[in-house]
Every structure is written in structure tokens, then in C-alpha cells.
């Protein structure tokens, strides 16, 4: 939760974490003993909606720890495939690797115009 989230009351916070481990809106208001239409009216509540995202960010950013622990692994599966004995299996291995890469060279190169972006609007 953030630091607003002092403002919420306790069945609001209970709200948040039930919205990020339930499969709907209604589940996780009657997991929580509200109405579903009490949990729609906290979504138009920007306080809300800032402390769910920032719970949703919290669960995304675990997850992406939990990938980062096995690229490794990942890496070490495609490189046996790319030996692998049936050429279908090492060009799928093959095109995915250079995939990705193109990917995340784009991604950097997202990243650079972003920072550049960023230096303009803050004048620095």
C-alpha cells in the first residue's frame, strides 16, 4: 500500500487485496463481505484507484523478480536447443533468441528517447 493509504478505511484495504487475488469484481466483494456495487463505487475513488495500482505494481514487479531468477536457466535450455538434432527445434530456438533480442534493443532504444524527453521537459 502507499503512504495514502492511511486514508483508506480498513475495508477499503481489504478491498485492494482482494481485487488483486480475485478473479472478478463480485468474488472479491463478497470475499470481503461488501456489495459489489460498493467495490464500483471505490474504483471511481481516485484515492482507490492510486493504492490499487500501486498494489498491482507491487504483485508485477514480484513477478518480474521471479523471471529474473530464472533467466539463466532459460538461457541454458535455449542453448541446448540450439544443438538439438531436429533443425525445426533449433530454428524455433534460433528465431525466438534473435526475437528477443530485437525487442529489447528496441525497448533501449524507447528507453534512451524517453531519458532525452526527460531532459528536455525538466530543462536540464
Do not use: C
Not at 480475485?22 to 466483494?29: G, M, V
Not at 456489495?35 to 508485477?60: G, M, Y
Not at 544443438?83 to 524507447?110: N, P
Amino acid at each position: 500500500m502507499s503512504k495514502d493509504d492511511k486514508n483508506l478505511n480498513p475495508n477499503q484495504k481489504q478491498a485492494i487485496a482482494a481485487l488483486v487475488s480475485q478473479k472478478n469484481i463480485k468474488t472479491a466483494a463478497l470475499s470481503i463481505g461488501v456489495s459489489p456495487r460498493t467495490l464500483q463505487r471505490w474504483l471511481t475513488d481516485p484515492l482507490f484507484i492510486d493504492n490499487l495500482k500501486q498494489a498491482e505494481n507491487k504483485l508485477i514487479d514480484a513477478g518480474v523478480h521471479q523471471l529474473l531468477l530464472l533467466q539463466n536457466k532459460a538461457i541454458r535450455t535455449l542453448e541446448q536447443l540450439l544443438d538439438s538434432k531436429s533443425d525445426w527445434v533449433r530454428r524455433q530456438a534460433a528465431i525466438g533468441i534473435l526475437t528477443h533480442l530485437v525487442r529489447l534493443r528496441e525497448l533501449y532504444k524507447i528507453e534512451e528517447q524517453l531519458d532525452e524527453l526527460e531532459e528536455i521537459i525538466n530543462g536540464s
